[in-house]
């Protein structure tokens, strides 16, 4: 039975207000995600019609699986006091990225109708700046001390686990909240054969841990570095804030890929899905770079000009057969340098303390494909250059502008790291608009040094 077939039925149960019939709906195909998929038809109104009708626990977790957009537009249509008690008993992290596509007015009639706890939490996040560890973590973790028993362990997490979303790892921190160690629950349950063993006598103390200001593509890389299910994080103090759990560091990677897919074709970032970003915004945030490629390119026909008169000299024609291999070329090996550095930073196979090991490989890996590429072109060349002489100006311009290009391509991404900035803003187009101008330079150079010509 296809999604659509229940729509007729859901409507009608909402028409006749069919408490029952809709009660039965929420709670009748076992997932969450299959009562989110079968309700797609519906109306942001209709739908929240529908989910009031589900047990408050049910009825978030159906939510979490829309549309951000529909979920917004549920918050800001719904009844005030009802929504709030759904964001209430939604996980900490969650609530506050939703609360922030929410428009203000509407977030200022709701907070005062959340619990004080609850409020005070969503404030919190809400103060540390976005793409940090503070603003994706989780204030909901298991809690334990380290005076207490396996058996009174055991207990107390049996206690707050109804309410945490997870328990993978059960943090001890002391009465002032500061860190002391960490137990899997997978150990506590190991020790329940031991029920008088101390906490402090099992916990493991050398934790990893990263602090709330920490960029959340660092983060990410930790997690995934050290294979954790969950990382805590703490202050400067290291008091225990809240927690990274693996299912955030996924979406932190999901969303860093993306942004870095639409930094290395020349496009803003969207805050919103493709379908859902206005055709006005789309336009500016490609047409702004667009018009910088575009003044970038016109360096290209500057330099150029510059060198007509190499050119217009006799016997020379047969140049501008190579201005399309000289600068093609320099590009592509500029392009698979920024790649794999780029690559490389965000995976943190490298770091800005490895650059002169990556200045040494690209040097030679530049000498080796310029090398072989400048012999190819050089048998190429013979076909329409004047002489064996002649022909050498493609060889030694290949090899120039790959070397150029792999340096190019392999430096400015990790100077962009440098001074704070995403490496990945320096994209393909950007790099070949950059080696486009110095192939140009260095051709007609090389040219007029070879031919003799007045001008190069």
């Known amino acids: 039975m296809t999604n659509t077939l229940y729509l007729p039925e859901l409507r009608e149960m909402l028409a006749g207000d069919d408490s029952a019939g809709l009660r039965e709906f929420c709670t009748a195909l076992h997932h969450p995600a299959r009562t989110a998929e079968f309700m797609e038809g519906l109306t942001a109104e209709e739908t929240w019609r529908v989910l009031k009708h589900a047990e408050l626990p049910l009825r978030v977790e159906v939510f979490g699986f829309f549309e951000e957009e529909k979920q917004v537009e549920m918050i800001q249509t719904g009844e005030l006091a009802e929504v709030a008690e759904l964001i209430a008993d939604f996980p900490p992290d969650d609530r506050v990225d939703l609360l922030k596509k929410v428009a203000p007015e509407v977030v200022s009639q709701l907070m005062p109708l959340i619990p004080t706890e609850e409020r005070r939490d969503i404030q919190r996040l809400r103060s540390y700046a976005e793409g940090t560890a503070g603003a994706e973590m989780t204030t909901e973790f298991a809690r334990l001390s380290e005076d207490l028993t396996v058996g009174q362990a055991l207990q107390e997490v049996s206690r707050q686990a109804e309410e945490l979303e997870t328990i993978y790892y059960l943090y001890v921190v002391d009465e002032e909240d500061h860190l002391r160690g960490l137990l899997s629950a997978r150990e506590l349950l190991s020790a329940m054969g031991k029920p008088s063993t101390r906490i402090g006598d099992l916990m493991e ?24 299910m969950a990382i805590p994080v703490v202050d400067d103090a290291h008091h225990l804030l809240g927690i990274i759990t693996h299912d955030d560091v996924l979406d932190v990677m999901l969303e860093e890929a993306a942004e870095d897919a639409y930094l290395s074709a020349a496009v803003a970032p969207l ?38 008169g190499v050119m217009d000299e006799p016997g020379t024609i047969w140049l501008m057969v190579f201005i399309p291999l000289v600068i093609s070329t320099g590009g592509n090996s500029g392009n698979q340098s920024a790649t794999l550095i780029i690559t490389a930073l965000s995976t ?49 311009t290949l090899l120039l502008v790959v070397v ?19 490496p990945a803003m320096m994209s393909n187009p950007f790099v070949a608009g950059l080696i486009d101008v110095v192939g140009i330079v260095i051709y007609m150079t090389v040219a007029g040094m070879v031919l003799g010509v007045p001008g190069g």
């Open 205 to 228: 103390r050398d934790l990893i841990t990263v602090n709330a200001s920490d960029d959340q593509e660092e983060v990410a890389q930790t997690v995934a570095r050290y294979d954790l």
């Open 404 to 422: 150029c290009g792999t340096l190019c391509g392999s430096l400015l991404p990790l100077l962009f790291k440098r001074i704070g900035l995403d």
């Open 348 to 396: 943190g196979h490298i770091t800005l303390r490895d650059w002169w090991r990556v200045v040494y490989r690209e040097l030679a890996m530049g000498v080796l494909l310029g090398g072989f590429l400048g012999g190819v072109g050089y048998a190429s060349a013979l076909l329409w250059a004047p002489g064996y002489w002649a022909a050498l100006v493609i060889p030694v």
């Open 271 to 308: 805050e919103e899905s493709y379908l859902h970003t206005s055709l006005f915004r789309l336009s500016w945030k490609r047409g702004i770079w667009l018009t910088i490629l575009f003044l970038a390119a016109l360096l290209t026909a500057f330099a150029l000009h510059e060198y007509q």
